[in-house]
């Protein structure tokens, strides 16, 4: 098992960065891949990125490629997503999630933190 918990969420205007980090906890968390979802009111969860266990394998949405960046650092049970030129169009809360084949649909994932707000103004 493996526990989760987001931070680094909060208000930026467009055009600017923020970095979410995500820690976690367990005996294992370095054989999970895990992925970013976002899910804005009104609207389905929606991927953001993934990376694989080994950290040698990432994978993007369209809408915020070149834009985002996951990376993850095993020694330190942490996962991390560098947003960059932030659109308002990005507001929504943010999810990091753990599971044993990475995917882009949350059915892939079996454990997820409890989210983190990001709202981008105009």
């Known amino acids: 098992q493996v526990q989760l918990v987001e931070s680094g969420g909060g208000l930026v205007q467009a055009g600017g960065s923020l970095r979410l980090s995500c820690a976690a906890s367990?005996?294992?968390?370095?054989?999970?891949?895990m992925g970013w979802f976002r899910q804005a009111p009104g609207k389905e969860r929606e991927f953001v990125a993934r990376i694989t266990w080994s950290g040698g394998r990432t994978y993007y949405a369209t809408s915020v490629k070149g834009r985002f960046t996951i990376s993850r650092d095993n020694a330190k049970n942490m996962v991390y997503l560098q947003m960059n030129s932030l659109k308002p169009e990005d507001t929504a809360v943010y999810y990091c999630?753990?599971?044993?084949?990475?995917?882009?649909?949350?059915?892939?994932?079996?454990?997820w933190g409890q989210g983190t707000q990001v709202t981008v103004s105009s």
């Open positions: 367990g005996r294992t968390f370095s054989t999970y891949a």
């Open positions: 999630a753990a599971g044993s084949v990475p995917g882009t649909s949350p059915n892939s994932y079996t454990y």
